[in-house]
C-alpha cells in the first residue's frame, strides 16, 4: 500500500507564488509517473500536471501551462509542484497521486486519494 502526501500549501496574494511537495510513504515513486490534481470549492477534482518516471516528459492542463512546472527530486522520491503566478481561480485542495502515464493519469490513478494540501489565493 502506498500513502502519497501533500504538503507546501498555503494562502498567498494572487500573483504569488508556492511550491508543494508529493512524498511517498511504503514504497518508491520513482518508477511510476506522478501526477498533480486539484479540487476547487464546490466542483469536481480535475487534472493540473503529470511528470514520467524518468523525469523527461510532462503534461500539463491548458489553464496551468506556463505558470506550473511539475518535477521530480534527484531521487525520485518525491515530486513537486512550482506554481507560479497564482490567480484566485487557482484556489483548491491539491493533490498527488501514481498513474500509468502522463498521458493517461488525468482518467486513471492508482491510488486513494490522500488529505491533500489547500492552496488560497486572494486578489
Known amino acids: 500500500q502506498v500513502q502519497l502526501v501533500e504538503s507546501g500549501g498555503g494562502l498567498v496574494q494572487a500573483g504569488g507564488s508556492l511550491r508543494l511537495s508529493c512524498a511517498a510513504s511504503?514504497?518508491?515513486?520513482?518508477?511510476?509517473?506522478i501526477g498533480w490534481f486539484r479540487q476547487p470549492p464546490g466542483k469536481e477534482r480535475e487534472f493540473v500536471a503529470a511528470?514520467?518516471?524518468?523525469?523527461?516528459?510532462?503534461n500539463y492542463a491548458d489553464s496551468v501551462k506556463g505558470r506550473f512546472t511539475i518535477s521530480r527530486g534527484d531521487d525520485k522520491t518525491a515530486a513537486y509542484l512550482q506554481m507560479n503566478s497564482l490567480k484566485p481561480e487557482d484556489t483548491a485542495v491539491y493533490y498527488c497521486?501514481?498513474?500509468?502515464?502522463?498521458?493517461?493519469?488525468?482518467?486513471?490513478?492508482?491510488?486513494?486519494w490522500g488529505q491533500g494540501t489547500q492552496v488560497t489565493v486572494f486578489s
Open positions: 511528470i514520467n518516471w524518468s523525469g523527461t516528459s510532462t
Open positions: 497521486n501514481r498513474g500509468p502515464s502522463i498521458g493517461t493519469i488525468p482518467n486513471r490513478v492508482f491510488d486513494a
Open positions: 511504503g514504497r518508491t515513486i520513482n518508477t511510476i509517473t
